[in-house]
C-alpha cells in the first residue's frame, strides 16, 4: 500500500505521513488559521493534496474498514487508526514479535535430519496420517522440499474439498426434511378438511331431521 501511494504520488505519501497542509498566516508576531477566502494557491494546491490522498485510501478500503475512518477529518488521522486496527499498537507488534522470535528459537533442526523432515515435524496432527503415508512412500533424506510441498499442497485441497462437501451435506439434509415436513402438513391439513366437511354434513342432517320431527308432532 505504501510503495503504491508512493508511486502514484510521492507528495500524497508525505501528507499522509505528516499531516495534512493548514494555511496559516502571521498576525502581529501571532500565527493565525487562514480563512478559506484567504488561501492563495499554493495553499489550494497542498488542501488539494489531502483531498487526494483521503481518496486514494478511502478507494482502497472495504465497507468494515471505511465506517471505522468515515469520521477521520485527515490522511494521517486515518492512516494512524488503520495501523493500530491492522497491526496494534508498538506495545501488541513488539510482543508479536517477541513471541515469534521465541517459537523460531525452540523450531530448530535435530542433528540427524534434513530440511524435509524438520518440515514435517512443524506439521499440525491433523497432518499426522499424510506424513505417514508419505514416509512409507519415499525416503525423506532424499525428498526434496518442493517435492514435498506439492504432496502436502495436493493433500490440503482434498481436504478442504472434504470440508465443503461436508457442510453441503446437512443443508441438504434439511431442504429435504423441510419438503417432507411441509408435505406432511399438507396432507394434515387436507385431512382436517376433509373431517370438518363430513362433520358439516352430517349437522346439516341432524338440524333437517329435527326439524321433521318437530312437524310430525306440534305443539297443541
Same mark, same amino acid.
Given at each position: 500500500?505504501?510503495?503504491?501511494?508512493?508511486?502514484?504520488?510521492?507528495?500524497?505519501?508525505?501528507?499522509?505521513? #505528516?499531516?495534512?497542509?493548514?494555511?496559516?498566516?502571521? =498576525?502581529?508576531?501571532?500565527? +493565525? %488559521?487562514?480563512? !478559506?477566502?484567504?488561501? #492563495?494557491?499554493?495553499?489550494?494546491?497542498?488542501? !488539494?493534496?489531502?483531498?487526494?490522498? *483521503?481518496?486514494?485510501?478511502?478507494?482502497? +478500503?472495504?465497507?468494515?474498514?471505511?465506517?471505522?475512518?468515515?469520521?477521520?477529518?485527515?490522511?494521517?488521522?486515518?492512516?494512524?487508526?488503520? !495501523? =493500530?486496527?491492522?497491526?496494534?499498537?508498538?506495545? %501488541?507488534?513488539?510482543?508479536? *514479535? #517477541?513471541?515469534?522470535?521465541?517459537?523460531?528459537?525452540? @523450531?530448530?533442526?535435530?542433528?540427524?535430519?534434513?530440511?524435509? &523432515?524438520?518440515?514435517?515435524?512443524?506439521?499440525?496432527?491433523?497432518?499426522?496420517?499424510?506424513?505417514?503415508?508419505?514416509?512409507?512412500?519415499?525416503? /525423506?533424506? =532424499?525428498?526434496?522440499?518442493? &517435492?514435498?510441498?506439492?504432496?502436502?499442497? *495436493?493433500?490440503?485441497?482434498?481436504? #478442504?474439498?472434504?470440508?465443503?462437501?461436508?457442510?453441503?451435506?446437512?443443508?441438504?439434509?434439511?431442504?429435504?426434511?423441510?419438503?417432507?415436513?411441509?408435505?406432511?402438513?399438507?396432507?394434515?391439513?387436507?385431512?382436517?378438511?376433509?373431517?370438518?366437511? /363430513?362433520?358439516?354434513?352430517?349437522?346439516?342432517? @341432524?338440524?333437517?331431521?329435527?326439524?321433521? @320431527?318437530?312437524?310430525?308432532?306440534?305443539?297443541?
Amino acid at each position: 500500500m505504501v510503495m503504491y501511494i508512493k508511486a502514484q504520488d510521492y507528495h500524497v505519501w508525505r501528507v499522509i505521513a #505528516n499531516g495534512p497542509h493548514i494555511p496559516t498566516k502571521i =498576525v502581529e508576531g501571532a500565527t +493565525l %488559521v487562514k480563512l !478559506e477566502s484567504e488561501w #492563495n494557491e499554493a495553499d489550494v494546491k497542498l488542501i !488539494e493534496l489531502n483531498c487526494k490522498a *483521503m481518496s486514494s485510501l478511502y478507494c482502497a +478500503l472495504d465497507p468494515i474498514e471505511y465506517n471505522r475512518v468515515s469520521g477521520c477529518d485527515s490522511t494521517k488521522e486515518i492512516w494512524d487508526k488503520l !495501523e =493500530v486496527t491492522c497491526e496494534g499498537t508498538n506495545q %501488541v507488534k513488539e510482543s508479536k *514479535m #517477541n513471541m515469534l522470535i521465541h517459537e523460531y528459537e525452540l @523450531f530448530v533442526m535435530k542433528k540427524d535430519e534434513n530440511i524435509s &523432515e524438520m518440515s514435517t515435524r512443524s506439521l499440525p496432527k491433523r497432518w499426522e496420517a499424510k506424513m505417514t503415508a508419505i514416509s512409507e512412500a519415499r525416503d /525423506l533424506k =532424499v525428498l526434496t522440499l518442493d &517435492e514435498l510441498f506439492r504432496s502436502l499442497m *495436493m493433500y490440503e485441497l482434498e481436504m #478442504n474439498s472434504k470440508v465443503e462437501e461436508e457442510e453441503v451435506k446437512p443443508k441438504k439434509n434439511f431442504a429435504l426434511k423441510s419438503s417432507h415436513h411441509d408435505h406432511d402438513n399438507s396432507e394434515e391439513e387436507r385431512d382436517e378438511e376433509e373431517e370438518i366437511a /363430513l362433520m358439516t354434513r352430517n349437522f346439516k342432517k @341432524f338440524l333437517k331431521k329435527k326439524k321433521g @320431527f318437530g312437524r310430525r308432532f306440534p305443539k297443541k
